[in-house]
């Protein structure tokens, strides 16, 4: 994927949003939030990813002459504002929720203070690399919840819709828990494990599958993983795997890292078969790895059934997130700047309650439980609003306020989430690698209680309103009702 080609990765009626701000010399400063409204897959929780793609983009935005040119020929833009756009540049700021954050809905994952051409020029692809890997990481993490500490591969390149959704795809995996990915171009881009055994077309292609299996373990002793579900799993590919295993130790080259694939059937009854088997064999420390359009709700069943298994390969599920295909984050407007430099807030409004936007100028802090560690819940807030934590705090459902929580001061310590990543144009934020990432990440679901992880009905982690910002969206609702 070529960088510059990303400029004109947008929705048309951004441009002509744009040529119609330009025209009528309408360009002040305003603020737009990135945010979602639920959790994907009824999750308790999301994991952000994505600000890496959207830096390199930003940096990277401009108009080349043919871009220009594709423009002109569309016969809708005039010849100003095309001028206007071969001279490009993104001069605004961006704070963004750093990768990795566990994070929930209504609360800002990125926001952007820019002049409004430029605000809204940036919102497509925003929206499109932060959703997908948003996605993808959260997909992951239950996923990896899943399997209880077992190794998670992301197996899923082939499946996915596309080159950069595998790609892509594959890094967020990386962020959300995975241990390795089969993606090569992803292990290269971003300094992650690739891992993989062989196809069913590696045993097909011998003479027989004990050779097929000899073979492969002779070219790669130090990790062989051979898959035994060719012709049949117990009567002939388990005992072949056993006899290479054996061989190769009784000729005093032991297979240094090696195990067993089991890619069709029913894994709990193969796996716990096989199990036996090896175990007899004397190769009590043989892995047994498991693939087959595996997802969180089967692996959490195969555990239940005890498999003996003790890796995973999954691909599909995971990399298409399948059972929820999109992360339905949006791009809103919450503020115009006067002409005196201040933010006058703006609101969104619906018949739902749930779509009715925050306005203003935020920034949002996590609060945590001093005695566990654990978060307590977020808050959104006006970004100049400060607090101090030795007061007690009362926390209020913004829908339904009479449901109000105090803290104690000096029972809690808060957080703030969003982080500078932009100034007037200017990269200040350096990403971390992948593998740091993830580390990040694995810390970060362990702020999080048991109850908001589990799979099935988690607990919801409340997401409040400042008092002040509270105050500010009611009195607008009630000047909106009153124009009605």
């Given at each position: 994927m070529n960088r510059q080609d990303l400029t004109l990765l947008t929705d048309l009626y951004e441009l002509t949003m744009m040529q119609g701000y330009y025209e009528e010399r309408q360009n002040e400063t305003v603020i737009f939030d990135v945010f979602f409204r639920a959790n994907p897959c009824k999750n308790g929780y999301s994991v952000c990813a994505g600000l890496a793609q959207v830096i390199d983009y930003i940096k990277n935005l401009n108009f080349t002459y043919e871009d220009v040119d594709y423009l002109r020929n569309l016969h809708i833009f005039n010849e100003d504002f095309l001028q206007y756009l071969s001279g490009f540049h993104f001069s605004g700021?961006?704070?963004?929720?750093?990768?990795?954050?566990?994070?929930?809905?209504?609360?800002?994952?990125?926001?952007?203070?820019?002049?409004?051409?430029?605000?809204?020029?940036?919102?497509?692809?925003?929206?499109?690399?932060?959703?997908?890997?948003?996605?993808?990481?959260?997909?992951t993490s239950r996923i990896v919840f899943a399997a209880d500490g077992d190794g998670?591969?992301?197996?899923?390149?082939?499946?996915?819709?596309?080159?950069?959704?595998?790609?892509?795809?594959?890094?967020a995996a990386m962020i959300?828990?995975?241990?390795?990915?089969?993606?090569?171009?992803a292990g290269r881009l971003f300094d992650v494990p690739v891992m993989g055994t062989h196809a069913h077309s590696w045993i097909m292609s011998f003479k027989d599958e004990y050779t097929a299996f000899k073979t492969y373990a002779q070219m790669y002793p130090e990790n062989c993983t051979l898959l035994v579900d060719t012709y049949d799993t117990l009567k002939s590919g388990v005992p072949n795997a056993i006899r290479i295993f054996r061989e190769f130790k009784e000729e005093g080259h032991p297979l240094k890292k090696f195990g067993i694939r089991l890619d069709s059937g029913d894994l709990a009854y193969l796996s716990k078969e096989a199990r036996k088997m090896l175990d007899e064999a004397g190769f009590p420390e043989a892995s047994i790895c498991a693939s087959n359009d595996l997802d969180e709700y089967l692996?959490?069943?195969?555990?239940?059934?005890?498999?003996?298994?003790?890796?995973?390969?999954v691909g599909t599920n995971l990399i298409t997130s399948k059972d929820c295909p999109s992360f339905g984050?949006?791009?809103?407007?919450?503020?115009?700047?006067?002409?005196?430099?201040?933010?006058?807030?703006?609101?969104?409004?619906?018949?739902?309650?749930?779509?009715i936007t925050n306005p203003g100028n935020k920034t949002i802090y996590r609060i945590y439980d001093n005695e566990t560690g654990k978060i307590k819940g977020d808050l959104i807030c006006f970004a100049d609003e400060t607090f101090d934590t030795s007061n007690d705090l009362l926390l209020f459902d913004p829908i339904e306020t009479w449901k109000k929580t105090k803290l104690a001061g000096g029972s809690y310590r808060m957080r703030e989430l969003l982080v500078p990543v932009f100034r007037?144009?200017?990269?200040?934020?350096?990403?971390?690698?992948?593998?740091?990432?993830?580390?990040?990440?694995?810390?970060?679901?362990?702020?999080?209680?048991?109850?908001?992880?589990?799979?099935f009905y988690p607990h919801k982690v409340y997401v409040d309103l400042s008092q002040n910002l509270y105050d500010v969206k009611k009195s607008l609702l009630d000047e909106m009702s009153k124009t009605e």
């Amino acid at each position: 994927m070529n960088r510059q080609d990303l400029t004109l990765l947008t929705d048309l009626y951004e441009l002509t949003m744009m040529q119609g701000y330009y025209e009528e010399r309408q360009n002040e400063t305003v603020i737009f939030d990135v945010f979602f409204r639920a959790n994907p897959c009824k999750n308790g929780y999301s994991v952000c990813a994505g600000l890496a793609q959207v830096i390199d983009y930003i940096k990277n935005l401009n108009f080349t002459y043919e871009d220009v040119d594709y423009l002109r020929n569309l016969h809708i833009f005039n010849e100003d504002f095309l001028q206007y756009l071969s001279g490009f540049h993104f001069s605004g700021d961006i704070y963004a929720i750093p990768e990795g954050t566990v994070v929930f809905p209504k609360e800002p994952l990125l926001k952007v203070i820019a002049p409004i051409m430029e605000a809204q020029l940036v919102e497509t692809a925003i929206l499109n690399i932060i959703n997908h890997q948003s996605l993808i990481a959260t997909k992951t993490s239950r996923i990896v919840f899943a399997a209880d500490g077992d190794g998670i591969m992301e197996f899923g390149l082939r499946r996915a819709q596309g080159p950069d959704a595998g790609l892509y795809g594959a890094r967020a995996a990386m962020i959300g828990g995975c241990v390795g990915t089969s993606n090569v171009l992803a292990g290269r881009l971003f300094d992650v494990p690739v891992m993989g055994t062989h196809a069913h077309s590696w045993i097909m292609s011998f003479k027989d599958e004990y050779t097929a299996f000899k073979t492969y373990a002779q070219m790669y002793p130090e990790n062989c993983t051979l898959l035994v579900d060719t012709y049949d799993t117990l009567k002939s590919g388990v005992p072949n795997a056993i006899r290479i295993f054996r061989e190769f130790k009784e000729e005093g080259h032991p297979l240094k890292k090696f195990g067993i694939r089991l890619d069709s059937g029913d894994l709990a009854y193969l796996s716990k078969e096989a199990r036996k088997m090896l175990d007899e064999a004397g190769f009590p420390e043989a892995s047994i790895c498991a693939s087959n359009d595996l997802d969180e709700y089967l692996l959490h069943d195969l555990k239940m059934q005890k498999a003996a298994i003790n890796s995973w390969g999954v691909g599909t599920n995971l990399i298409t997130s399948k059972d929820c295909p999109s992360f339905g984050g949006v791009y809103k407007l919450a503020a115009i700047q006067n002409e005196n430099g201040e933010f006058i807030p703006k609101i969104k409004l619906s018949e739902n309650s749930e779509k009715i936007t925050n306005p203003g100028n935020k920034t949002i802090y996590r609060i945590y439980d001093n005695e566990t560690g654990k978060i307590k819940g977020d808050l959104i807030c006006f970004a100049d609003e400060t607090f101090d934590t030795s007061n007690d705090l009362l926390l209020f459902d913004p829908i339904e306020t009479w449901k109000k929580t105090k803290l104690a001061g000096g029972s809690y310590r808060m957080r703030e989430l969003l982080v500078p990543v932009f100034r007037k144009g200017e990269c200040t934020y350096t990403s971390p690698s992948v593998k740091e990432i993830a580390a990040y990440c694995k810390k970060e679901k362990e702020t999080l209680w048991e109850e908001t992880k589990r799979l099935f009905y988690p607990h919801k982690v409340y997401v409040d309103l400042s008092q002040n910002l509270y105050d500010v969206k009611k009195s607008l609702l009630d000047e909106m009702s009153k124009t009605e």
